[in-house]
């Protein structure tokens, strides 16, 4: 009777806990699922809200749009590979007490967010054309990469820096002691266990670089386009866009859900080796 | 046979003194790349920072050491790219502020009801929904939330609007920010406090919250963070008058030439950020004595 009374007391001490996620889950429903369903509903109508495929057909049969698409893919795979290239070594010094035992350090990586990307964007473009004469403008291309992995570099780091806080060193010196040369630890070891951060560090530079229309613009002197340009004129030309830009978020949240299963599978499985082994 | 296979003691130092000289090396190595890349990362600021001491109009020539862009900034009255700099800086600001504390609000309450929660999938369900916005692309959220507030609720986008987006933005950060403190916690000091009489809300005010303070705190700096440097949802949430830094700077630059005097507010704002770094450091090496101290008291 008694044990009985206590469980209840307990059971209602959980929920009046529980029951604090309500605005919040609120919120979320109101303000992310709902619109993303609206993005599903207008991306499949006309302006008038009838049914309709003609906005996949107008983007999907047009050249320009398929270029941009390309390109942006191009500037997107550049980008992530050059962040994750700088930023791996770097989150793993930075995560490893024998390099660095302050925490000051990360932060700093962080900080020049306080001073706005536009700005900075303007100032790095500012620099690299007095440095190499009107770079942005004879080099799009590489002007525009070079703006992206500045502003993104932060993004790839991150990640990296939570996973490798959470790796287990003690692996690492193991596998060293059995005679591992430094090459094999860092194959066989240190990037298996890293994998989940190297994907969420992957999302996190490749899908801002496939919006960040600002910096396409300012970087490449207007030369390059990418979908976030597109979506940005669409939105620009009033409330009949809105489908038009709604079919070109549908293809961005469909490449987004993609790396979030990649993501789960690759957590699911470091999970389940870890179960394996207990 | 056996001799071979001990190391003379001399050895023995000399392999070791090798070994630490070569972790020296590498350490060296290893920072002076973390180093390198940070001296590219704030390049920029400073060239920015270097320019706005000489009054040219634009940046590559130096046209003689002067804070003539300063006096144009600071003496805005009559000068209308000054005020609007500043009005933009304020409204940056105000929206920042703003958007933090809501998102505080509701990401540490909904981290709590996240860490509490009695059902798995349910938590499960709450920490997917929790992500999509960290993982979506920010234009795909901006025109998704302009798609509700403009056509569905047929509203002209204002403050609240372009507050929501940034909340948006900031929230999800703020409950990945407070739940690992949450399983941190040792969770028996609430049943205690329960137990010595405290209500369910004193209980939680006065012990859950306390502990979780610092995710809290680290929550809301990455709120003001993620706000300052916003710029797409900005500009597609925010009134059609109403200026931060980020879009003035981009519609000036589309205008064709930023105002000279944006580089000594940059110069400004970069020197807030070493005032902070320095600030940081200070108080970490500070940590760091009393730790050794307090270490020594036990012994």
Same mark, same amino acid.
């Given at each position: 009777?008694?044990?009985?009374?206590?469980?209840?007391t307990h059971r209602r001490r959980s929920n009046f806990r529980g029951m604090l996620v309500i605005p919040f889950v609120a919120f979320m429903v109101?303000f992310v699922?709902?619109?993303?369903?609206?993005?599903?509903?207008?991306?499949?109508?006309?302006?008038?809200?009838?049914?309709?495929?003609?906005?996949?057909?107008?983007?999907?049969?047009?050249?320009?749009?398929?270029?941009?698409?390309?390109?942006?893919?191009?500037?997107?795979?550049?980008?992530?590979?050059?962040?994750?290239?700088?930023?791996? +070594?770097?989150?793993?010094?930075l995560s490893?007490?024998?390099?660095?035992k302050n925490k000051v350090l990360v932060y700093?990586f962080l900080l020049?967010m306080w001073?706005?990307?536009?700005?900075?964007?303007?100032?790095?473009?500012? =620099?690299?054309?007095?440095?190499?004469?009107?770079?942005?403008?004879?080099?799009?291309?590489?002007?525009?990469?070079?703006?992206?992995?500045?502003?993104?570099?932060p993004f790839?780091i991150l990640p990296?820096y939570n996973q490798m806080l959470k790796m287990?060193?003690?692996?690492?010196?193991?596998?060293?002691?059995?005679?591992?040369?430094?090459?094999?630890?860092?194959?066989?070891?240190?990037?298996?266990?890293?994998?989940p951060g190297?994907?969420s560090?992957?999302?996190m530079?490749? =899908? +801002?670089?496939?919006?960040?229309?600002?910096?396409?613009?300012? =970087?490449?002197?207007?030369?390059?386009?990418?979908?976030?340009?597109?979506?940005?004129?669409?939105?620009?030309?009033?409330?009949?866009?809105?489908?038009?830009?709604?079919?070109?978020?549908?293809?961005?949240?469909?490449?987004?859900?993609?790396?979030?299963?990649?993501?789960?599978?690759?957590n699911?499985?470091?999970d389940?080796?870890?179960?394996?082994?207990? | 046979?056996?001799? #071979?296979?001990?190391?003379?003691?001399?050895? @023995? &130092?000399?392999? /070791?003194?090798? *070994?630490?000289?070569?972790?020296?090396?590498?350490?060296?190595?290893?920072?002076?790349?973390?180093?390198?890349?940070? !001296?590219?990362?704030?390049?920029? /600021?400073?060239?920015?920072?270097?320019?706005?001491?000489?009054?040219?109009?634009? @940046?590559?020539?130096?046209?003689?050491?002067?804070?003539?862009?300063?006096?144009?900034?600071?003496?805005?009255?009559?000068?209308? *790219?000054?005020?609007?700099?500043? #009005?933009?800086?304020? &409204?940056?600001? /105000?929206?920042a502020v703003v958007s933090a504390v809501i998102s505080v609000v509701l990401g540490t309450l909904g981290a709590i009801g996240i860490h509490y929660t009695r059902h798995k999938w349910w938590r499960n369900t709450l920490e997917f929904a929790n992500q999509i916005p960290i993982v &979506?692309?920010? !234009?795909?959220?901006?025109?998704?939330?302009?798609?509700?507030?403009?056509?569905?609720?047929?509203?002209?986008?204002?403050?609240? @609007?372009?507050v929501v987006?940034h909340v948006v933005l900031a929230l999800p950060y703020v409950v990945l920010s407070v739940l690992p403190k949450l399983e941190q916690m040792d969770p028996s000091t609430y049943e205690a406090a329960m137990d010595l009489g405290a209500t369910q809300t004193r209980a939680l005010f006065k012990v859950v919250i306390p502990d979780i303070m610092p995710g809290i705190l680290s929550g809301f700096l990455l709120s003001i963070t993620l706000s300052l440097d916003?710029?797409? !949802?900005?500009?597609? @949430? *925010?009134?059609?008058?109403?200026?931060?830094?980020?879009?003035?700077?981009?519609?000036?630059?589309? *205008?064709?030439?930023?105002?000279?005097? $944006?580089?000594?507010?940059?110069? !400004?704002?970069?020197?807030?950020? $070493?005032?902070v770094?320095?600030g940081m450091?200070?108080k970490s090496?500070l940590d760091v004595?009393k730790q &050794?101290?307090k $270490?020594?008291?036990?012994?």
């Amino acid at each position: 009777m008694e044990a009985v009374a206590v469980q209840r007391t307990h059971r209602r001490r959980s929920n009046f806990r529980g029951m604090l996620v309500i605005p919040f889950v609120a919120f979320m429903v109101f303000f992310v699922l709902i619109p993303l369903f609206l993005i599903l509903f207008y991306a499949f109508t006309d302006a008038s809200g009838r049914p309709s495929l003609a906005n996949w057909a107008d983007i999907f049969t047009s050249f320009e749009k398929w270029k941009t698409i390309g390109i942006t893919f191009a500037v997107a795979i550049t980008t992530t590979a050059i962040c994750i290239l700088i930023a791996y +070594p770097i989150a793993f010094i930075l995560s490893n007490k024998k390099f660095n035992k302050n925490k000051v350090l990360v932060y700093v990586f962080l900080l020049p967010m306080w001073v706005n990307f536009v700005i900075r964007t303007m100032a790095l473009k500012d =620099m690299i054309n007095t440095m190499f004469s009107s770079l942005t403008a004879n080099l799009p291309f590489l002007g525009l990469v070079i703006g992206m992995v500045y502003d993104y570099l932060p993004f790839a780091i991150l990640p990296l820096y939570n996973q490798m806080l959470k790796m287990d060193k003690n692996q690492i010196e193991a596998a060293a002691d059995l005679g591992a040369n430094p090459f094999r630890v860092f194959f066989k070891v240190i990037v298996p266990m890293t994998v989940p951060g190297i994907i969420s560090a992957c999302t996190m530079t490749f =899908m +801002p670089t496939m919006s960040s229309y600002v910096i396409a613009y300012h =970087m490449s002197n207007d030369k390059i386009q990418i979908i976030g340009s597109l979506i940005n004129f669409y939105f620009m030309s009033g409330t009949g866009g809105y489908n038009s830009g709604a079919v070109l978020s549908l293809v961005m949240l469909i490449i987004i859900g993609f790396s979030l299963v990649l993501e789960r599978l690759s957590n699911n499985k470091e999970d389940a080796r870890k179960g394996g082994i207990w | 046979m056996v001799e #071979n296979e001990i190391l003379s003691y001399e050895q @023995t &130092n000399r392999a /070791l003194k090798r *070994k630490r000289i070569r972790g020296k090396i590498g350490k060296i190595a290893a920072l002076a790349f973390v180093y390198l890349v940070l !001296i590219v990362m704030y390049a920029p /600021l400073v060239y920015i920072t270097i320019y706005s001491f000489t009054n040219v109009q634009t @940046t590559g020539s130096w046209g003689g050491f002067s804070l003539k862009l300063y006096e144009n900034l600071f003496n805005y009255a009559g000068n209308q *790219k000054s005020q609007d700099i500043w #009005n933009a800086a304020r &409204n940056t600001l /105000l929206v920042a502020v703003v958007s933090a504390v809501i998102s505080v609000v509701l990401g540490t309450l909904g981290a709590i009801g996240i860490h509490y929660t009695r059902h798995k999938w349910w938590r499960n369900t709450l920490e997917f929904a929790n992500q999509i916005p960290i993982v &979506n692309a920010e !234009i795909v959220t901006a025109l998704s939330l302009v798609i509700l507030f403009v056509s569905i609720l047929h509203m002209e986008t204002n403050f609240a @609007t372009l507050v929501v987006g940034h909340v948006v933005l900031a929230l999800p950060y703020v409950v990945l920010s407070v739940l690992p403190k949450l399983e941190q916690m040792d969770p028996s000091t609430y049943e205690a406090a329960m137990d010595l009489g405290a209500t369910q809300t004193r209980a939680l005010f006065k012990v859950v919250i306390p502990d979780i303070m610092p995710g809290i705190l680290s929550g809301f700096l990455l709120s003001i963070t993620l706000s300052l440097d916003d710029y797409v !949802i900005t500009t597609f @949430t *925010k009134p059609g008058e109403f200026e931060t830094i980020s879009t003035y700077v981009d519609s000036a630059m589309r *205008k064709g030439g930023l105002p000279t005097q $944006l580089r000594a507010f940059t110069a !400004i704002l970069f020197s807030i950020i $070493l005032l902070v770094m320095i600030g940081m450091y200070v108080k970490s090496a500070l940590d760091v004595r009393k730790q &050794n101290r307090k $270490l020594k008291g036990v012994d």
